[in-house]
């Protein structure tokens, strides 16, 4: 034994490769068709090749199987209304970071109980992305573990880099090799620039450690993502949804060599951490969208079937159904009229232009 190594270290346990969970676990020809037509639907709105409205929708985490496979019986339907004017892609967020310590997800503790059995939380996540994939709706996540990317990727239409990996150069390389459209969030103080030299480095060539679908650690060499795009999200000095923070937002992106094109996230600082004001922030960007500003492409909301959030305590039965352990989210019923305003809001403006 080593007097030099692994001093903090309780305990290393072997993970089956990538490979063995995809193989208990295969991509179906309905989830694979899904999943690409999700990436390309988005790959178009980003670069500003549809007019439609990107809506990314869901919950703050997965944390309940059961009640997210709910949310996704109904967004599916939702989706199916409003599909001629926007495309809805939902949240599946497995891993969250903390500013400190608390619950980091369902791949890192999926028993809610401090176990940290994370070979069946990878095996629950990839399950339940197939799940999703199968009723056709796309899913989009936050990519914070370098590693988890080769166990579910293949299921994901849309990732995040988000505020506090941005300026991360691992994170930023990753991003590089990942196959479907990468949003780079600004930084939690604020800062745009991180984020737009996030996507700088993100369409370029990397090499860097991983690993391979066996599980071998391996060097991985990329060509570059040049499906990348700016996620405002707000910072220490307050929401940055604003009709100038965005226009402020689109020049920089311009200097960058970008098209003016970008993501609002009504949630974190652009609800000042209050669920109740991501429907102000909502209208105000769709707002900027009717009025002319095609470059407002995308707006993310945090939902969950029920409003608030809950403190997970000791005895994880003793939840409520449907409703958040991370951040408070808006409810379904909240989120449909969210939606729906939007479709008739697009859908009205497109008539008076034709």
Request: charged fraction near 25%.
């Amino acid at each position: 034994m080593s007097v030099t190594s692994d001093i903090h270290i309780k305990k290393i346990s072997p993970l089956e490769s990538p490979a063995t969970y995809a193989k208990r676990k295969p991509l179906t020809r309905t989830a694979e068709d899904t999943v690409i037509r999700g990436r390309e639907g988005i790959r178009r709105i980003i670069h500003g090749d549809d007019d439609r409205m990107l809506l990314l929708v869901g919950p703050c985490s997965i944390h309940d199987l059961k009640g997210g496979r709910e949310y996704a019986s109904r967004l599916v339907e939702l989706a199916e209304r409003v599909k001629d004017r926007l495309l809805l892609v939902q949240r599946v967020y497995f891993e969250k970071p903390r500013t400190t310590v608390g619950w980091k997800g369902l791949i890192n503790d999926p028993h809610l109980n401090g176990s940290f059995d994370l070979a069946a939380g990878l095996e629950m996540a990839r399950s339940f992305l197939l799940e999703v994939a199968e009723l056709g709706i796309p899913a989009a996540t936050e990519w914070l573990d370098p590693i988890t990317p080769q166990y579910y990727a293949d299921l994901v239409s849309w990732g995040a880099i988000g505020a506090r990996t941005a300026e991360s150069q691992t994170h930023r390389q990753m991003a590089s090799g990942l196959s479907m459209p990468i949003g780079f969030k600004n930084g939690t103080g604020g800062t745009i620039q991180l984020a737009i030299d996030g996507m700088v480095a993100c369409k370029s060539e990397h090499a860097f450690l991983g690993v391979d679908a066996d599980g071998r650690a391996s060097i991985v060499l990329t060509e570059g993502n040049p499906d990348c795009h700016l996620v405002l999200r707000g910072g220490k000095t307050g929401p940055n949804y604003d009709a100038q923070s965005v226009r402020n937002s689109q020049r920089l992106l311009e200097a960058s060599g970008f098209k003016p094109l970008l993501m609002v996230d009504c949630s974190h600082a652009n609800s000042n951490k209050d669920h109740r004001n991501q429907a102000i922030a909502f209208r105000d960007v769709l707002a900027q969208r009717v009025a002319g500003n095609l470059g407002v492409m995308s707006i993310m909301l945090e939902s969950n079937l029920f409003e608030g959030r809950q403190d997970l305590g000791r005895d994880p039965s003793s939840l409520k159904y449907g409703v958040s352990i991370t951040d408070a989210c808006v409810g379904w019923d909240d989120t449909e009229e969210l939606v729906l305003e939007a479709h008739k809001a697009l859908s009205s403006k497109r008539a008076a232009m034709a």
